[in-house]
């Protein structure tokens, strides 16, 4: 069975840094890009960022641009997002969330999503 | 920065009726859309990808249309497990755009 499990949301102070982190299984995890998705409570869907499946590529939202860092570790199925100076904006469920087709076919949408990490930036 | 306008943000429906949801992108966007369906407590689950093509094992009565600009999600007969909030999404380049969402209730 396919499944993506993320780790490392807490509780946070504003301009704090976090690392979050998603373990994939199920599936040839180096033959896919990833994204980090986020949902704030009670609100919709947000991209926040994608990593090509050897992790040369690399794409973010404005809104987290310079302030994040997705990275991959193929050996290890897993998948990262360092993220810093951290806002009370940045609160939400950070799902990670895997590509549709094999790399290379450029289509990036979604077809399996972690349960999500919650990140609370709060004083 | 593609934006994607999703309308209306919310409707209520009898079972048996035709919804019709609309997204609109404020470029072209060729059929780089998708459509997700999420319901309370759970991750979304792609419907259409392609802007028209049906993920396999979502039911017949989901369709997409349109390119370019203008697309449609249209559930041709309403059930009650159709309750949820849908979400168009670009995928014509990064950073990829999602909609706000329509909430589908029933009446």
């Known amino acids: 069975e396919m499944q993506l499990v993320e780790s490392g949301g807490v509780v946070i102070q504003p301009g704090g840094s976090l690392r979050l982190s998603c373990a994939a299984s199920g599936f040839t995890f180096h033959n896919y890009a990833m994204h980090w998705v986020r949902q704030a409570p009670g609100k919709g869907l947000e991209w926040v960022s994608l990593?090509?499946?050897?992790?040369?590529?690399?794409y973010y939202a404005d809104s987290v641009k310079g302030r994040f860092t997705i990275s991959r570790d193929n050996s290890k199925d897993s998948l990262y997002l360092q993220m810093n100076s951290l806002r009370a904006e940045d609160t939400a469920l950070y799902h990670c969330?895997?590509?549709?087709?094999?790399?290379?076919?450029?289509?990036?949408?979604?077809?399996?999503w972690g349960r999500g990490t919650l990140v609370t930036v709060s004083s | 920065d593609i934006e994607m306008t999703q309308s209306p943000s919310s409707l209520s429906a009898s079972v048996g009726d035709r919804v019709t949801i609309t997204c609109r992108a404020n470029q072209g966007i060729n059929n780089f859309l998708a459509w997700y369906q999420q319901k309370v407590g759970t991750v979304p689950k792609v419907l259409i990808y392609?802007?028209?093509t049906l993920q396999s094992g979502v039911p017949s009565r989901f369709t997409g249309s349109g390119s370019g600009t203008d697309f449609t999600l249209t559930i041709s007969s309403l059930q009650p497990e159709d309750v949820a909030t849908y979400y168009c999404q670009s995928y014509k380049s990064a950073p990829l755009t999602f909609g706000g969402g329509t909430k589908v209730e029933i009446k």
């Open positions: 990593i090509s499946w050897d992790g040369s590529g690399t």
């Open positions: 969330v895997k590509d549709a087709l094999l790399s290379g076919s450029g289509d990036w949408y979604f077809d399996l």
């Open positions: 392609g802007a028209s």
